[in-house]
């Protein structure tokens, strides 16, 4: 990962991005010394938030099924009938 100071984000923000778009690699960016933000490339951003929602819904389902939240495969068959229609 490459790391830049904020300062050379505002003075080189065309060159960072330029090399973000090339490499693809994520960049930390340091205020003060220490880590403030990262930087990375709209495709991966998006990526990465699919992956999230992907993986709250598998929490949720298993949430479910601890708590004793779960249907039969009729119940569930007879639900979905009723929200098709």
């Known amino acids: 990962m490459k790391v830049e100071l904020v300062t ?25 010394g220490q880590p403030s933000a990262y930087l990375v490339d709209v495709q991966d951003y998006e990526f990465m938030q699919r992956r999230l929602a992907l993986l709250e819904g598998l929490s949720r389902g298993e949430r479910a099924i601890l708590e004793g939240r779960t249907s039969s495969h009729e119940q569930a068959r007879e639900r979905m009938e009723k929200w098709l229609k």
């Open 8 to 32: 050379n984000l505002k003075r080189q923000a065309t060159r960072i991005l330029a090399d973000l778009h090339q490499s693809k690699e994520a960049v930390l960016i340091t205020e003060h």
